[in-house]
């Protein structure tokens, strides 16, 4: 069966629609990923809307939701999932960065919830099914596609995964912040030897030095990344609002004169692994 990943958005910290942000999209991080027969949603930014219209449109009724976190940019799109409110419909949603008692529907809940939503997650007529695990679990979605998970460096936590699926693996990694000079083991061990990798490249090396404890990396960390890794090709995601279409041109231009494995994820691209 066809393994594919489409994004639905590709932005990190806060949606950016405008005349700036044609080319690569305003939309934050969401990603749909189908394979074996399943389909996989990766995080529920802005992009989510977009890509429930399109699940109401194919008749899709089933979906596993995989959450890296769930910082604003990452969630704010899940009160708009259209398909969430249809009875017929079921979602697996999945989290492996809580703890302390904190569970992915309470975070669901919370942000629905007065005075910052009008209506409660309750209103949800979708079967809604919510899965805490920890960070450096392995999951079997099927006989036939497997999830490997890895902690990422990141205020409140986050969580890095692998999908494989008859010999083919894609890797998300958003939102971690590396350590300079020092290759992060627990994703170089996540990502070895995958078709691809879809990292966290919010910023430059240059721009990076100023924003350390932010949570965040380099397309060129990913890069060091991908090719210490054996990786096939990297998807340079998470833009930061600021870098406009014309920023990121450029951006491309220079990461493919390094790497020519190396591309910037766009949103409604869509890509065939396998």
């Known amino acids: 069966m066809a393994f594919k990943v489409k994004f639905w958005g590709v932005r990190g910290s806060i949606a950016c629609p405008g005349?700036?942000?044609?080319?690569?999209?305003?939309?934050?991080?969401c990603i749909e990923v189908s394979c074996g027969g399943e389909r996989l949603i990766l995080d529920a930014g802005t992009g989510m809307r977009n890509l429930g219209h399109w699940l109401l449109r194919k008749n899709t009724k089933h979906a596993t939701i995989l959450m890296s976190h769930t910082h604003w940019d990452h969630i704010s799109g899940f009160p708009f999932?259209?398909?969430a409110f249809h009875e017929g419909y079921s979602f697996d949603v999945m989290a492996g960065h809580l703890g302390n008692?904190?569970?992915?529907?309470?975070?669901?809940?919370g942000q629905m919830t007065h005075p910052f939503f009008p209506v409660p997650l309750e209103v949800m007529n979708?079967?809604?099914?919510y899965h805490d695990f920890k960070a450096g679990d392995s999951i079997d979605l099927s006989s036939r596609i497997h999830i490997k998970t890895a902690p990422l460096n990141h205020p409140d936590g986050a969580t890095g995964y692998r999908i494989e699926h008859r010999g083919h693996s894609v890797c998300y990694v958003t939102d971690?912040?590396?350590?300079?000079?020092?290759?992060d083991e627990n994703i170089l061990a996540l990502i070895e030897g995958a078709d691809l990798v879809i990292y966290d490249s919010t910023y430059t090396d240059k721009e990076f030095e100023s924003k350390i404890g932010w949570g965040h990396s380099t397309w060129q960390e990913g890069i060091r990344l991908c090719k210490a890794a054996n990786?096939?090709?990297?998807?340079?995601?998470?833009h930061d609002p600021d870098h406009e279409d014309r920023f990121l041109n450029q951006l491309e231009a220079e990461a493919k004169t390094v790497w020519s494995a190396a591309f910037l994820a766009r949103e409604n691209a869509r890509l065939n692994i396998a």
């Not at 005349?19 to 991080?29: C, D, E, L, R, W």
């Not at 971690?176 to 290759?183: A, C, D, L, Q, S």
Request: hydrophobic letters at 40%; zero cysteines.
């Open 101 to 109: 008692g904190l569970s992915i529907k309470d975070v669901f809940s």
């Open 231 to 238: 990786v096939k090709s990297l998807a340079i995601f998470h």
């Open 176 to 183: 971690t912040e590396h350590v300079i000079g020092k290759p």
């Open 19 to 29: 005349a700036n942000h044609i080319q690569y999209g305003g939309n934050t991080s």
């Open 81 to 83: 999932f259209a398909p």
């Open 126 to 129: 979708a079967e809604m099914n």
